[in-house]
């Protein structure tokens, strides 16, 4: 295989791959579902997110606050202490729940949402994400609003209690349904595509007059 092939070859592969590079980049989310935050706690330092799409949700607390984040049962889950510290409540059945992006998982017997909280450090690093089932879609069907999968569609509001330094709070967002990427093919690799095709058609055929003459072939590339 000559130099000029083997790079139009090589160019061709990188334009079919594009698309399906982007469409792998969301990580543990669905390519469905886009959940966006649309409010955090008004407190210094306080902030919230959204990680790979609607796969978990995100609490930084860089400011002198502590933020408790409440579970599926009004029960302290979890918090974030001034100077960073993170800890979980082993009690609160949500610290099991989240486990599984879907819930699938034997909460034990040690959790009870009523119990006094038994708290764990987990780290200093000031955040903490979980999968947090009230900002994603928890089943395979399509949502009912869904009637046009070309469409983005609103599925739901969404909120999260938690409470900082003991004043009743919540982060509050929107879950949407969007169109699958990759479902068509984008006009400009198409288009990119379709001229290294063309553009390694009429080398061949110019490099195969000029041997077909006995004249010289010069590389292109």
């Known amino acids: ?27 543990g989310g669905s390519q469905n579902y886009l959940s966006t935050v649309r409010s955090a706690p008004p407190a210094p330092g306080v902030s919230a997110t959204v990680q790979d799409r609607d796969d978990r949700l995100e609490v930084r607390n860089r400011g002198r606050s502590t933020v408790t984040v409440y579970g599926y049962n009004r029960e302290p889950y979890a918090r974030i202490q001034p100077g960073g510290r993170v800890q979980v409540n082993q009690r609160s059945p949500a610290l099991y729940l989240n486990e599984d992006r879907y819930a699938d998982v034997d909460v034990p017997g040690r959790a009870n949402a009523k119990a006094a909280p038994v708290w764990k450090t987990l780290n200093h690093s000031g955040r903490f994400d979980w999968h947090d089932h009230r900002i994603h879609w928890m089943v395979k069907d399509r949502p009912g609003k869904v009637t046009d999968p070309d469409r983005r569609t609103k599925v739901f509001d969404w909120e999260v209690p938690v409470r900082v330094d003991g004043r009743r709070a919540a982060v509050d967002g929107d879950l949407f349904w969007v169109p699958q990427p990759g479902r068509s093919f984008p006009l400009a690799a198409g288009i990119g ?29």
């Open 1 to 27: 295989m000559s130099h000029s092939t083997r790079g139009l070859t090589a160019l061709a592969l990188i334009a079919l791959a594009w698309p399906a590079t982007d469409a792998l980049a969301h990580g």
């Open 193 to 221: 595509l379709a001229a290294l095709v063309v553009a390694g058609a009429v080398l061949v055929i110019v490099v195969r007059r000029r041997r077909a003459r006995g004249g010289p072939v010069e590389e292109a590339w």
